[in-house]
């Protein structure tokens, strides 16, 4: 690892700016294949049952964006 980040610090800042860029995009893309801790399973179950049992407790999207002046 000390090897590769020595490379990294040769390249110019673009390069630089560049590389994170498509690192980032790399560690989205597989950002989804994280599986959930129990605890998040069981917080997300939860939630949804909470939803099921009051639907109308809720606040849209819309609602929030258009409160925070966000355009969706």
């Not at 790399?26 to 959930?36: C, G, H, K, R, Y």
């Not at 399973?41 to 819309?62: F, K, W, Y």
């Amino acid at each position: 690892m000390s090897a590769i980040l020595d490379e990294i610090k040769q390249l110019d800042f673009a390069e630089r700016i560049q590389l994170v860029e498509d690192l980032w995009d790399s560690v989205a893309m597989q950002a989804t294949e994280l599986p959930l801790t129990e605890a998040q399973r069981v917080e997300l179950d939860r939630r949804l049952a909470m939803h099921q049992a009051n639907p109308g407790r809720g606040v849209t999207l819309s609602c929030i964006a258009e409160k925070l002046g966000i355009a969706l």
